[in-house]
T-cell receptor, first 111, second 116 residues
Framework: SQQGEEDPQALSIQEGENATMNCSYKTSINNLQWYRQNSGRGLVHLIL?????REKHSGRLRVTLDTSKKSSSLLITASRAADTASYFC???????????FGGGTRLMVKP | KAGVTQTPRYLIKTRGQQVTLSCSPISGHRSVSWYQQTPGQGLQFLFEYFSETQRNKGNFPGRFSGRQFSNSRSEMNVSTLELGDSALYLC???????????????FGPGTRLLVL
């Protein structure tokens, strides 16, 4: 079963606009990770935020984590057509590396 | 460093057959995890191996099994294939600092299995 729910399921924006995706989860976590997937290929790791962190930046990416609300958001600023992909959040909540994924957000960036 | 590699990339099998998929982790990574991705169920965790031991197991039937070798390479096996096993199987490796730590997982390109 999936731990997380992502919102929206699909998002269509123009190049240059910002894209925000949200993720909610159900149980306590050690960290939360965001991944990108292009057309059914492998997952590309974007960013990892630990449970004791509230915000993290990486290039055009900004991730926030609110453990009290069990939610996270991924912001992509100044989007590009190449950002078109599916984005997944994944949580890790035990001693191993078992990731529980959300259903994903399909982002389309129109040139 | 070379990334995670998976072989084969594509596979077609018939119901009742068995299949073995292979994963070579990034050099130095000792943890290998397997995931199944289908349109209906999304991404689901199969199992994780760390230093040749299965550390975690997802909610899949016993037809799904795996192992890890001393060089950290991993294989997963699916026996008595069913139509519903058609999926993208993804392998991920990571380099946890210790048994109880978690680090970024790096995914391979996947093996796309079609069961007819």
């Amino acid at each position: 079963s999936q731990q997380g729910e992502e919102d929206p399921q699909a998002l269509s924006i123009q190049e240059g606009e910002n894209a925000t995706m949200n993720c909610s989860y159900k149980t306590s976590i050690n960290n939360l990770q965001w991944y990108r997937q292009n057309s059914g290929r492998g997952l590309v790791h974007l960013i990892l935020i630990r449970s004791n962190e509230r915000e993290k930046h990486s290039g055009r990416l900004r991730v926030t984590l609110d453990t009290s609300k069990k939610s996270s958001s991924l912001l992509i600023t100044a989007s590009r057509a190449a950002d078109t992909a599916s984005y997944f959040c994944a949580t890790a909540n035990n001693a191993g590396n078992m990731l529980t994924f959300g259903g994903g957000t399909r982002l389309m960036v129109k040139p | 460093k070379a990334g995670v590699t998976q072989t084969p990339r594509y596979l077609i099998k018939t119901r009742g057959q068995q299949v073995t998929l292979s994963c070579s982790p990034i050099s130095g990574h000792r943890s290998v995890s397997w995931y199944q991705q289908t349109p209906g169920q999304g991404l689901q965790f199969l199992f994780e191996y760390f230093s040749e031991t299965q550390r975690n197991k997802g909610n899949f039937p016993g037809r799904f099994s795996g192992r890890q070798f001393s060089n950290s390479r991993s294989e997963m096996n699916v026996s008595t294939l069913e139509l519903g096993d058609s999926a993208l199987y993804l392998c991920a490796s990571s380099s946890p600092r210790g048994l109880h730590s978690q680090e970024t997982q790096y995914f391979g390109p996947g093996t796309r299995l079609l069961v007819l």
